[in-house]
């Protein structure tokens, strides 16, 4: 992820210098229309960058539970208790409702396994737990935002230039298409990797062939897509290995403290040890990354926002009041 940005930075700066150098082109036809068009497609883009960061701070939230988990079975002086068990069953709970995301999608294989935790509540303990925790911080988006419906959004009417189009501005139509393109990808990936509200990545994204980046970016396209499809990975929170890591191993390390027996047999004891050293390693994953990849979201936002103010400068900010 932290490759991807990097380079959707460095491509945008490089589009941005474009543009800059040719601004009396920009504001005539055809090639206004479609400079407005990619103005349009930033502005969903910042939301899908908000999303992203409230995902990545969702996952920080995880990380807590993890803690929790460990501490309560990760002493290794005295046998494991009863009591140790539910402290870590009761963490396992927790974690799985804030992996919910949002009441409205609760389709994580992981969030499904625990739905029935706290169901001997009353009602009105039901409803308080499952809301305190499906959002549990302050989101920067709206309950109804989509994100799925935002790809969508930004992947209609994006259609490669006409031959006359390009012969009438310098190829500069095929820079702004070729940029369109790669912002809908890398905002796509950017939903697929992380935990975002109301996620979905069936969008239209086709590529001529004629494009010399058209196999590269089509053939990661489709990796990600079927990877999405596998039957494990249909209804995960995100993509990121550490996502599906996490998903796999408390599931089977809640299967474990609900099965466990006392005095543990040394053959549980030693699954429950494993889980936790896999489980640590996820923790270090998203100790020693989730601050980068937040900084580089943030760095993609900026340079969104500068070049599509460069952009309403160049076209007139006047006809785009209040966008």
Known sequence: MQKLLTAFI???????VILLNNKELLAKPPLDRVTSEFIERSVKALDICNASRDGIENIRMWQKQLEIVSCALGSNKRPLTEGQFR??????MDLALT??????????????RHRSFGRHNSSKDQHSSSGGHSRSHSWSVSRSWSAAKQLQSIASNLVPPRANEIAANS?????VYTMNCILLFVLWILVAAIPCQDRGLNIHFSVPKQFTWSAPVTSLHERILEESKKRERRNSCGLLKEIYQIEITTRHLTDLVDSAQFPLTEEHKMEVEQDLKDLKLVSEAFRDGLDPLERQVRDVFRKIMVSRTEGLDVLGASNYTGQ
């Open 10 to 16: 460095c491509c945008h700066e490089e589009f941005r």
């Open 87 to 92: 402290r870590a069953r009761k963490a396992l």
């Open 99 to 112: 992996m919910m995301i949002d009441e409205k999608e609760s389709g994580s294989v992981f969030s499904q």
């Open 171 to 175: 190829r500069l139509s095929v820079s």
